[in-house]
């Protein structure tokens, strides 16, 4: 409900700069069809309907390649230094990172597992454990987990390319980071409930 008039200007921005009538692209693990005719984001191969925010984010995603293109920068920032981002800081933590840290706290390889297996990510330099996953076609996002030790407690971060922000706003951001983080949850409740 919340998500309609954002879907609607979405649409409309797409059918204005002549987007093609149908595409298909991945966002992390799951690949969606977007129809722009019957203004549809599906999950393909299942043909169920997207939830409104991540269409919200394909869409725009789709908007800003297609009007931006999109030329990493190789500068690799967190949501905290967006535009905005400070203020989102401690609500976007709240709901993506200390989940995170909270279930993989006492095994970070296991975080570095699911990413590899599940996500095909691949280790990066940083941090006690340091995986990039691949959102969108060239478009990665950086996990950097840190064990805890007698001084600190265990912490991870989020991060993504600079040229990202000429893409999507902060709250975009958020929602695509917030995804991944609950799609790694999904995975890791998955594996432990087959142990």
Not at 17 to 24: L, T
Not at 115 to 142: H, K, M
Request: glycine letters at 6%; proline letters at 3%.
């Amino acid at each position: 409900m919340g998500y309609e008039i954002s879907l609607g200007i979405s649409w409309r921005e797409l059918e204005r700069i002549a987007f093609p009538a149908n595409c298909s692209l991945s966002l992390f693990r799951d690949k969606y069809e977007i129809r722009l005719a019957e203004r549809e984001v599906l999950l393909s191969p299942c043909g169920l309907r997207a939830n409104e925010d991540v269409s919200v984010l394909i869409l725009r995603y789709l908007i800003g390649r297609s009007k931006k293109g999109y030329n990493p920068l190789g500068e690799w920032i967190s949501i905290k230094e967006t535009t905005g981002g400070k203020l989102f800081c401690t609500n976007f933590t709240r709901r993506a990172i200390r989940p995170l840290v909270e279930w993989f706290g006492q095994d970070p390889e296991e975080l570095t597992r699911i990413l590899r297996e599940d996500f095909a990510g691949r280790r990066v330099e940083g941090a006690d454990v340091a995986v990039e996953v691949e959102a969108f076609s060239s478009v990665f996002v950086r996990i950097f987990f840190w064990k805890s030790d007698e001084d600190l407690p265990a912490d991870a971060t989020m991060l993504f390319d600079r040229a990202l922000t000429e893409i999507f706003i902060m709250e975009d951001l958020t929602v695509l980071l917030t995804i991944l983080a609950e799609d790694i949850l999904k995975a890791a409740d998955i594996r432990k409930s087959k142990v």
